[in-house]
């Protein structure tokens, strides 16, 4: 009599991959949306320390600083965004931007380019506001989404 080879027989193998595939297909997802949750808290923080800069500036220079090019710091505003990031990418992708007195605002911090889901701009504007982009604080303005101040 032959003794049995120590091994997996090919049935144990296939048993072991589908549990494995089976755990995989729940998880993969839940760590993919965990991910888009945090990007757009990221982005929330990052909106309402920006406008908060912002708001800081206007108070104590009686009016916001003048429009500039996305990525570029405002003029006067390096002081009070401190250690903020403004010349990098937004977490949900895309250039900060400073719009005043464009796109039917007098004042909006905004995000160009950004590469953020449908669904995480709706869920940054029900952090936000009114769960629409079309009235509030965070509404669409042409290749982007702007916190508006005033």
């Known amino acids: 009599m032959r003794g049995r080879a120590n091994g997996f027989t090919l049935v ?10 089976l755990l995989g297909s729940i998880a993969i997802p839940r760590f993919a949306r965990a991910r888009e949750t945090t990007r757009v808290t990221l982005m929330y923080a990052d909106m309402k320390t920006a406008a908060s800069a912002f708001e800081v500036y206007a108070m104590e220079n009686t009016d916001y600083p003048p429009n500039s090019a996305p990525g570029a710091v405002p003029a006067g505003m390096a002081p009070y965004l401190g250690k903020f990031k403004w010349d990098q990418e937004s977490p949900l992708g895309g250039q900060w931007n400073w719009d005043f007195d464009r796109y039917g605002f007098r004042a909006a911090v905004s995000v160009t380019g950004h590469h953020g889901s449908a669904a995480a ?30």
């Open 12 to 21: 144990e193998l296939m048993i072991v991959i589908a549990v494995i595939s």
């Open 121 to 150: 701009m709706l869920e940054l504007d029900l952090r936000l506001d009114d769960g629409s982009t079309s009235t509030g604080i965070l509404r669409a303005r042409p290749g982007g989404h702007a916190y508006v101040l005033e």
